[in-house]
């Protein structure tokens, strides 16, 4: 059977953070490990800055009905690869074939990055995504590949599996691409609409103008009272193509404002909501999160009334960037 020991080299040239999990080299599933590609996964686990890789110990020891490694690399919350296994898995299951990935047995097939994010109301961090396009581009370099064998599970699934979520493996594959003819991460286009911005802030007469803190972004911003109905303040964005950005908001706050404000979020699989407590953490950028967003000029991000929380929800100014 083959094995990877050149996995942890590759990544740490590719300038890829990396931690080595105990005998990585040694442990590994019985049978045939040949790859030709690499797979995405998401664990399902809710990561954060204070619990950055829940299901590590998951990935290595694996489950009551599944037995471990059930992968080659964990990716962490902060975008670090912990490096599990140099031989086969039990990531992949049986490949139904996609791309240049035949049909066949998917843990011969590839090698697999869990990133560890739930994926249901949780997306991957920029930290994630960028580690794991630098990784992929160089392991598929080492295996003599091209971006079409970057794969996401739910491509190469015969049972329904959806990960990973909120990504376009489509734009996945270009950046590793661009990645691999020497380019850099995706180019850190940014744009911020104010509540004042011509043309690209909208709300009804139900949102009043005020300049009460100084915290506010701009000349003033706009405020209303929270009500079983959406009446969302949007803004409106040039999205220069389809891809991941990171969605950061501006507030100023007080402790009689809205400790429940939901932002909703434009992405390709459909609209996100995001609370915040602008009773609090005022006046400076707060980032909501990344999403993949659609390429085109349309209302990309809004603030909702539709709030069961007391206190003002104010809209004032929100700023996309691409990473």
């Given amino acids: 059977m083959a094995t990877i020991p050149w996995l942890v080299d590759v990544l740490r040239g590719a300038g890829v953070q990396v931690v080595v999990e105990g005998d990585w080299l040694n442990r590994?599933?019985?049978?045939?490990?040949?790859?030709?590609?690499?797979?995405?996964?998401?664990?399902?686990?809710?990561?954060?800055?204070?619990?950055?890789?829940?299901?590590?110990?998951?990935?290595?020891?694996?489950?009551?009905d599944l037995p471990g490694p059930l992968c080659q690399?964990?990716?962490?919350?902060?975008g670090v690869f912990h490096v599990i296994s140099a031989g086969r898995c039990n990531h992949a299951g049986t490949s139904g074939?996609?791309?240049?990935i035949p049909a066949g047995d998917g843990n011969t097939l590839m090698i697999g990055w869990e990133i560890d994010y739930n994926g249901?109301?949780?997306e991957m961090t920029a930290a994630q995504y960028n580690a794991s396009i630098a990784a992929t581009a160089a392991v598929l370099t080492r295996l003599g590949r091209d971006s079409s064998y970057a794969r996401g599970h739910r491509?190469?699934?015969?049972?329904?599996?959806?990960?990973?979520?909120?990504?376009?493996l489509n734009v996945m594959r270009a950046d590793v691409a661009a990645k691999m003819s020497g380019g850099g991460n995706p180019p850190a286009w940014s744009s911020i609409v104010d509540n004042t911005t011509a043309g690209r802030f909208t709300a009804s007469a139900n949102w009043g103008v005020s300049t009460y803190s100084g915290q506010r972004y701009g000349a003033d911003y706009r405020y209303a009272e929270p009500v079983a109905a959406s009446d969302v303040a949007w803004y409106r964005f040039n999205v220069p193509a389809t891809a991941n950005y990171r969605i950061d908001a501006w507030w100023p706050a007080?402790?009689?404002?809205?400790?429940?404000?939901?932002?909703?979020?434009?992405?390709?699989?459909g609209n996100r909501t995001i609370i915040v407590d602008q009773r609090a953490t005022g006046g400076q950028w707060r980032s909501l999160g990344t999403f993949t967003l659609p390429a085109g000029d349309a209302n990309r991000v809004g603030v909702s009334r539709w709030s069961s929380a007391t206190g003002l929800i104010v809209a004032d100014a929100v700023r996309l960037t691409r990473v």
């Avoid at 590609?37 to 590590?56: D, E, F, I, K, R």
């Avoid at 690399?73 to 902060?78: H, K």
């Avoid at 491509?155 to 376009?168: A, M, V, Y």
């Avoid at 007080?254 to 699989?269: D, E, H, L, W």
């Fill in 97 to 100: 074939g996609s791309g240049p």
């Fill in 73 to 78: 690399a964990l990716v962490d919350y902060n």
């Fill in 120 to 122: 249901v109301n949780q």
């Fill in 155 to 168: 491509e190469t699934s015969t049972s329904g599996k959806i990960d990973p979520s909120f990504i376009d």
């Fill in 28 to 64: 590994m599933r019985p049978g045939s490990f040949d790859p030709i590609g690499v797979l995405w996964h998401h664990t399902a686990a809710t990561s954060s800055a204070s619990n950055p890789h829940p299901a590590l110990g998951i990935c290595i020891n694996g489950r009551s």
């Fill in 254 to 269: 007080t402790s009689g404002y809205n400790s429940a404000a939901p932002y909703v979020v434009s992405t390709t699989t």
